[in-house]
């Protein structure tokens, strides 16, 4: 059962190869689209709500141009206008109706954007939305030898979906008015901070795991090296067959890996590939609630005696009545979830799976020593920065942030992030944060712990509460970048690898102990029927 426990968690790792944050792009920095002066805003997504004869209809999003004045952010100030359509429809020659302060609706084509605005605004509009001719936004820029660019009416592109629809209401004579206002997010995102306490509280919880269980199997080897010889038993391998060991070469064909399967993901996005990753979600997800349930009912008296009877079971080996009792429930869960995740509550199933993945998975895989973790964590570093930025110029967009959003597979993102609903957030969506944003640091904090554990280390004496410390730290600038780049998707590893790994490293070297961190990974433990020779000799 171990060995199958272990394979499972081995594929599970290749799941969160995911390690981004995100929390949704209101403002869109652009070094490539000119600027220059009356022609240097921000590209800012509008809302556009509608009403039709008077009753609320659709609330459509379309972004700003970088010509033209700023709109109102917030909604109560902005002002409810009736729409016209322009005649003739590109607006590329002064409109045959009369306008008196309405938003003049035109086609993009035939001449360049500033001139349909100054068009407009001699026309008497108040403002111009501008129908683009595909079903996506465009960012509206300055031509270069354009002088007229002072405009004193906000431009606004709309995808071209919505802007027909528009169209064909004011066409069945329906009176159409909008406003359109670009509502700032809040200073403070509250499901940052829950997403920060989440992923400190998993690998808070999963470091004690670690650290209690390879402490039970010192205590247990130790019982046994009182009546069996050294020669049959080793200490330094103590537990092994209760989990796996990273390797160095391991660390190094895991990043190479991922990238290979990042850029699968990143060709193969769409629906069908969407269900195939929520399928194996939902497999993780099982194999860690199930692991993570009989670990916790199993410390309650009344189920210890189910914990501990066996029974063999075909190609499972044997089970205890507690797996076999708590097993159905996690699979109806995880299949509850998967047919179900559409629906607005649906990221707590999500969440409760994933929680229980990343646990299992930093319960059964180990590093053995600091210098498998510092090459695991310096490539997966490297990894993160290249899919995030550097792969904007072979690919021409973030791969990473591509992968992570979902974009073009027709689905909300890919399944294996943990991510909460921002409530308080006008524009609405969810922040979300990556597997390997919390499993990859989460091995070293692990490591930190079963290292202070077995040295008898105190919580202030050891490596844990720093390593601990390190990673929140870390986490939280991650989040504080994220705000100051106006929610457009930040590399977390970028800030939590220098701190936890900086933080643990020098340490070590401070406290003379880096070398068998370094190499052993596990304090030097004499054999116990060792020590009682020597005792039964002084005596």
């Not at 084509?109 to 500033?114: D, K, P, V």
């Not at 699979?331 to 990221?347: E, K, L, N, Q, T």
């Amino acid at each position: 059962m171990v060995s199958l426990r272990a394979t499972s968690a081995i594929c599970s790792a290749f799941m969160f190869l995911v390690t981004l944050s995100l929390a949704g792009d209101i403002v869109h920095p652009d070094s490539v689209a000119p600027k220059r002066p009356g022609c240097d805003n921000n590209f800012v997504l509008v809302k556009v709500p509608t009403w039709i004869d008077g009753v609320e209809n659709c609330e459509y999003v379309g972004v700003g141009a970088r010509f033209g004045p700023t709109l109102e952010s917030k909604e109560k100030h902005a002002n409810h206008t009736r729409v016209a359509i322009a005649d003739p429809p590109d607006c590329c020659s002064k409109p045959k109706n009369k306008l008196t302060g309405e938003v003049i609706l035109v086609h993009r084509g035939q001449c360049s954007f500033t001139t349909k605005a100054n068009i407009a605004e001699e026309a008497g509009a108040s403002a111009i939305l501008i129908i683009n001719y595909r079903t996506e936004l465009f960012k509206m820029v300055c031509e270069e030898n354009e002088t007229d660019i002072d405009i004193g009416i906000p431009a606004v592109m709309l995808p071209q979906d919505a802007g027909e629809n528009i169209e064909n209401h004011i066409r069945n004579n329906s009176a159409v008015s909008i406003q359109l206002y670009s509502p700032r997010r809040p200073m403070v995102d509250v499901a940052e901070v829950f997403l920060w306490l989440m992923a400190v509280g998993t690998i808070l919880c999963a470091s004690y795991w670690s650290a209690w269980t390879a402490r039970e199997a010192v205590i247990e080897r130790e019982k046994l090296l009182k009546d069996v010889s050294d020669e049959y038993l080793n200490t330094e391998n103590v537990g092994s067959g209760a989990y796996v060991e990273i390797s160095t070469a391991a660390a190094i064909s895991f990043v190479v890996i991922a990238s290979c399967f990042l850029v699968m993901l990143y060709k193969l996005m769409a629906s069908w590939f969407i269900e195939v990753l929520v399928v194996l979600f939902c497999i993780g997800g099982v194999e860690g609630l199930q692991t993570c349930l009989v670990a916790l009912l199993s410390c309650f008296r009344w189920f210890q005696h189910a914990g501990q009877t066996f029974v063999k079971i075909p190609f499972f080996g044997a089970v205890s009545y507690l797996t076999m009792a708590v097993t159905p429930f996690c699979i109806v869960f995880a299949v509850v979830w998967g047919v179900y995740r559409h629906v607005s509550f649906a990221w707590i199933g999500q969440d409760i799976l994933g929680i229980a993945l990343i646990i299992t998975v930093l319960q059964i895989v180990h590093i053995p020593n600091l210098k498998v973790g510092t090459v695991l964590l310096s490539c997966a570093f490297l990894y993160d920065i290249f899919w995030v930025f550097v792969s904007k110029w072979w690919f021409h967009e973030s791969v990473m942030i591509v992968v992570a959003r979902g974009d073009r597979s027709g689905e909300d993102g890919i399944p294996m992030l943990l991510k909460i609903p921002r409530l308080f957030d006008p524009w609405g969506g969810y922040s979300v944060i990556g597997f390997g944003d919390i499993i990859l640091p989460g091995l070293i904090v692990t490591f930190s712990l079963r290292y202070d554990w077995l040295a008898k280390k105190n919580l202030r004496a050891g490596y844990f509460l720093w390593a601990m410390s390190a990673y929140g730290l870390g986490l939280l600038i991650t989040y504080v970048a994220l705000n100051l780049m106006d929610g457009h998707g930040q590399p977390a590893l970028l800030y939590i690898v220098p701190f936890t790994l900086g933080t643990f490293l020098s340490l070590g070297k401070k406290r003379g102990e880096l070398k068998i961190l370094w190499s052993r990974g596990v304090p030097k433990m004499p054999c116990p029927h060792i020590q009682e020779d020597h005792q039964s000799t002084d005596q």
